[in-house]
């Protein structure tokens, strides 16, 4: 299994009290699931690397907001030195005022994945966890 280092989960309701330390593709799911609620310009370590996604329900969710708002989150992922690439989608409920954000993940080391997130105006939510692709790359 590739090494993405080992962390403490915070999701799905916040810090696990039990200080469970996680490994595998759910580190780098759950920091990139934290970096989404996370205001920009807060993370001392990479002024750049955050994106509080729940900013983004109350404007206007056109196609084209939506193409632009995918390839900043794109480019946000694509930040962490464990990612190669990453394909992203995102699918915005006007019912609900939620963003289902679509990503599939292809790390340095290890076999692509995909995983899902629904965003609202106060959480971040890991929708499926873990689905491992194929094939490395995409035909």
């Known amino acids: 299994m590739a090494d993405y280092g080992y962390d403490i989960s915070t999701y799905p309701r916040g810090l ?3 200080f469970t330390l996680i490994s595998g ?3 780098l799911i759950e ?3 934290r ?3 996370t205001a920009e310009g807060t993370n001392d370590d990479d002024p750049e690397y955050a994106m509080l996604l729940a900013e983004t329900i109350n404007a206007p969710q056109d ?4 193409r632009r708002l995918v390839g900043k989150m794109t480019a946000k992922i694509q930040l962490d030195e464990r990612v190669e690439r990453a394909t992203v989608s ?3 409920v006007q019912a609900t005022r939620r963003l289902r954000i679509a990503v599939e993940l292809f790390p340095v080391e290890g076999k692509a994945f995909r995983f899902v997130l629904g965003i609202d105006q106060v959480t971040v939510q890991i929708l499926e966890g873990l689905t491992l692709c194929r ?3 995409p035909i």
């Open 31 to 33: 920091q990139i699931a």
């Open 16 to 18: 696990d009290p039990t």
């Open 63 to 66: 196609r084209a907001s939506l």
């Open 135 to 137: 094939s490395r790359w």
């Open 35 to 37: 970096m989404f609620e």
């Open 90 to 92: 995102a699918e915005f």
């Open 25 to 27: 593709p759910r580190v």
